[in-house]
C-alpha cells in the first residue's frame, strides 16, 4: 500500500502545482510561459490521476471525483461545502448499510456500516472545487462490497416524480430517501451543481453531472411526499374526554398508550358516552411519515365503542 500511497501523493502534489500556475495566471492572463506551464501541469497531473487510478485497480480501492460547480454570482461557503461533502457521505453509507443490512425506516446506520463506507479525502483538485476521494472495499472474484452502493448514487439521482420517491423508499428504505433530501437541499442552499466520477475498482467507470434544477427537483419531490400506514387497533380503556359536537375522543388504556383522535362519522357508538368507564374500543390508526423531516405523525379514528361496566361519573349524549 505504501507505492499506492506514493502515486497518491504524486496526483496531490500536481494537482496542487495546477492550481497555483492557474492563480499565477489570473495576474497576468496573457503571459505565453505561463499557459505553456500551466499547460504542461495540467498534462502531468492527469497523468498522475490515471496512474493512481490503475493502480487502484489492483488494491480495492474505489477513486470518486466530487466536484461542486456554483452558480453565477455564488460562491463556496464554507458550510455549504461541508453539508454538501457531510450528505454525500451519509448517503452513502445509508445505502451501504441498505445493502449489507437491510432497509431502515431511521436514517441511522451503525459503525460498521460507517467504517466500511468511509471515504477518505486524497486530495483537492483544480476546476470549481474538486475533491478525490478513496474507499477501501473488499472484492471477491464477482463484485466488491461497494459496488451496490456506488451503482445505487446514480440511480437515485434519477428522481422525477413522487412514484419515484415511494419506489427507493420501498426498495432501499425511508432512511435513504431522507439521506438523498439532505444532500440535494444542502447543494440547492448552496447553489450547486454536482459532478461526480467513480472509477470503481473492477475497472468500470461511472460519472453523472447533477445540476441545480435536477436537485431542486430531487429535493422539491421528496419534501412534498410522504408515506401513510393504517391499521385497526381493538384496545379496551377509560374514556378520559369526548365531544360531540368537535366529534374528538380521549381513551386511556390503563399501563398501556393513550389515544386521542376524531370520531368517524359513522361510528358505532353506545345511546351515551360515560367519562370515567371502561369500554371497548375499535381505533383505526394512521401513521403519516414525512421523508424530508424523518418525521412520523399519528392519527386516530374511533370507529366503535363498546360495554361500559362501571358506575357512571358524568354523561356526554
Request: charged share 20%; proline share 3%; glycine share 8%.
Amino acid at each position: 500500500m505504501s507505492d499506492f500511497v506514493s502515486l497518491v501523493d504524486r496526483a496531490k502534489r500536481a494537482h496542487s502545482s495546477v492550481a497555483k500556475l492557474e492563480d499565477a495566471l489570473q495576474q497576468n492572463p496573457l503571459d505565453p510561459v505561463a499557459l505553456l506551464n500551466l499547460r504542461s501541469m495540467r498534462r502531468v497531473a492527469e497523468r498522475a490521476r490515471e496512474e493512481m487510478e490503475r493502480a487502484a485497480l489492483g488494491r480495492h480501492v474505489d477513486v470518486c471525483q466530487y466536484r461542486l460547480v456554483p452558480l453565477p454570482q455564488m460562491s463556496f461557503g464554507l458550510s455549504n461545502v461541508a453539508r454538501s461533502l457531510l450528505g454525500y457521505q451519509n448517503l452513502f453509507s445509508q445505502l451501504f448499510d441498505a445493502f449489507a443490512n437491510g432497509k431502515k425506516s431511521r436514517a441511522v446506520f451503525g459503525v460498521e456500516a460507517q467504517r466500511a463506507s468511509t471515504l477518505d479525502m486524497a486530495y483537492t483538485f483544480a476546476g470549481s472545487l474538486g475533491v478525490t476521494l478513496l474507499a477501501h472495499s473488499e472484492r471477491d472474484f464477482f463484485d466488491g462490497a461497494l459496488d451496490k452502493p456506488i451503482d445505487a448514487l446514480y440511480q437515485v439521482m434519477e428522481i422525477n416524480n413522487l412514484d419515484d420517491v415511494k419506489d427507493i423508499a420501498q426498495s432501499l428504505g425511508r432512511a435513504v430517501v431522507k439521506r438523498i433530501h439532505d444532500w440535494t437541499t444542502a447543494n440547492v442552499e448552496g447553489g450547486f451543481a454536482a459532478d461526480i466520477r467513480w472509477s470503481r475498482s473492477d475497472g468500470r467507470q461511472l460519472g453523472q453531472v447533477i445540476d441545480q434544477g435536477q436537485m431542486q427537483l430531487i429535493a422539491g419531490y421528496i419534501g412534498a411526499s410522504s408515506d401513510t400506514t393504517t391499521y385497526t387497533e381493538e384496545v379496551r380503556g377509560m374514556l378520559v374526554g369526548a365531544n360531540m359536537l368537535s366529534r374528538t375522543f380521549h381513551l386511556s388504556v390503563p399501563e398501556g398508550d393513550t389515544y386521542t383522535g376524531h370520531i368517524s362519522p359513522d361510528a358505532t357508538l353506545p345511546p351515551a358516552m360515560t367519562l370515567g368507564r371502561m369500554y371497548s374500543a375499535v381505533i383505526d390508526v394512521g401513521e403519516t411519515y414525512y421523508f424530508a423531516t424523518d418525521k412520523t405523525v399519528k392519527s386516530n379514528a374511533l370507529t366503535g365503542l363498546f360495554g361500559p361496566h362501571e358506575d357512571l361519573t358524568a354523561i356526554i349524549t
